[in-house]
């Protein structure tokens, strides 16, 4: 009796979901990858249903967090069309200058370097977006462009045949989709449920993510500076008024010692930032809000698709955060995808048709793999303290400085155009 009275209650309280029709494609995860695909399908008419287990209502002001993506201009580009880049609530910031630099922590950098200037492209390398900003647009574009189905916080029960798939919620309801992607991140449920083999690398590496406010302007500048123990990455953000002169840093060292760091108080941690930053370029530091530490790893799914399945971003690519290109490749995937399915839909095709998903695939895996081989060596060869590789690399980035064309092809593929 007591059990009915609670049941009663909660339901009472917990408005019921409206029921779910069928669609023409049900993404499972709400990240950045997920959601943005789901935006960019719907503005072209394809009928989404999307489940994320947190909870994706719009919200008004989360807290700074200090967390911040790079934004290449590709995918800039792609977050315009899906009407999220027009939501960001707050500024973003070019980035109109990347140095690279190598050297040991206290000292400063070789006099060896290579540099990215404004001349290199005609638009910025890409906007340096704060994560809850993001976060902030996504939630307000799914809940605005029409044809989107939010189904969260809510575990969905995929069942998939050759002629269609089945969605089983939590709640009881089910719908039926042409096309599942898995957009459920590095652990992802769908990729493991779908027996796709994983390969994992280990850097023994850990990140500490963190925002610092610093004395001098940072002019829009990225740092990319590396160190024998992993690189550090300075990425200027837009300021505040309590803050004018505002970066995001990615400082990654070996796993051992990264929490040790995170843990040390503000003077101690700034200064140790200082030391690592291979000149006196923005004068005094001060770590801002929290500090975030992640394990670094690259993953690979052995391949993008199943049936009636898709990988996208983190489930299908994980690599290491050296070149900032992580979100990126996912959102790279969104643009080959939304190509394929938009002109797939417009035609009257089945969106779950093998040879979609195959095309999908031979656009996608290629360019993803050599990133991550690209990643993966750039790691590896910088993250050394040989003095023979050092000599040997120093004169290699300084032979791309000298060589504008180069450069510019670099830059090129960065930008993701
Ligand atoms: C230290 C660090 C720094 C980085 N910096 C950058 C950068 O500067 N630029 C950049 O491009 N990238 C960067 N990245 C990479 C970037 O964070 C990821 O590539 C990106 O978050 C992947 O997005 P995603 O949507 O694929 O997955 P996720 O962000 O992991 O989202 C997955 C979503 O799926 C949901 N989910 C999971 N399982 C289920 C389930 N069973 N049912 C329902 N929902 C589920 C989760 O709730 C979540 O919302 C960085 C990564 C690290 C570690």
């Known amino acids: 009796m007591a059990a009915t009275s609670a049941s009663a209650i909660q339901n009472a309280v917990t408005p019921s979901r409206p029921s779910v029709r069928d669609v023409d494609v049900c993404i499972i995860g709400a990240g950045p990858v997920g959601a943005s695909l789901a935006c960019r399908l719907a503005v072209d008419g394809i009928s989404v249903a999307i489940v994320d287990r947190a909870d994706l209502s719009p919200m008004e002001h989360p807290d700074f967090d200090g967390r911040a993506y790079a934004i290449a201009a590709g995918p800039k580009k792609l977050l315009e069309e899906a009407g999220i880049w027009q939501a960001l609530p707050l500024s973003s910031c070019p980035i109109e200058d990347i140095l690279v630099t190598d050297g040991r922590p206290g000292e400063p950098a070789s006099s060896l370097f290579l540099e990215f200037t404004r001349e290199d492209a005609r638009q910025p390398f890409g906007w340096m977006v704060e994560a809850r900003a993001l976060r902030v647009a996504l939630n307000a574009t799914l809940h605005i462009v029409p044809g989107i189905t939010v189904l969260a916080p809510a575990e969905a029960r995929v069942i998939r045949r050759p002629e269609g798939a089945d969605i089983h919620l939590d709640d009881g309801q089910s719908f039926k989709a042409s096309l599942v992607v898995a957009a459920d991140g590095r652990k992802s449920r769908l990729r493991s449920e779908a027996g796709i083999p994983l390969t994992k690398l280990s850097y023994g590496q850990t990140a500490i993510v963190c925002a610092i406010a610093h004395e001098f302007p940072h002019d829009n500048g990225a740092l990319e500076h590396f160190l024998p123990a992993g690189p550090f990455a300075q990425l200027p953000m837009a300021g505040t008024e309590e803050h004018p002169y505002l970066s995001a840093i990615v400082w990654s060292d070996k796993d051992a010692l990264a929490q040790r760091f995170a ?148 830059v090129k593929h960065a930008m993701g155009l």
Request: proline content about 5%.
């Open 263 to 410: 843990d040390l108080p503000d003077d101690v941690f700034a200064k140790e930032i200082e030391r690592r930053m291979g000149s006196n370029r923005l004068g005094k530091v001060s770590p801002i809000g929290r500090r975030w530490v992640y394990p670094l790893s690259a993953q690979y799914a052995q391949r993008y698709t199943d049936t009636r399945l898709l990988l996208v971003g983190d489930a299908a690519h994980g690599i290491h955060p050296i070149a900032g290109q992580g979100l990126n490749l996912g959102f790279r995937d969104i643009i080959a995808l939304s190509d394929i399915l938009v002109t797939a839909h417009a035609k009257g095709e089945d969106l779950g048709a093998p040879v979609l998903l195959a095309r999908y695939q031979a656009r996608c895996r290629p360019a993803n793999m050599l990133m991550l081989a690209a990643t993966d060596a750039l790691d590896r060869l910088f993250s050394n303290n040989n003095p023979v590789v050092r000599l040997a690399r120093d004169i290699g980035i300084a032979g791309v400085h000298r060589l504008p064309a180069l450069r510019k092809a670099f």
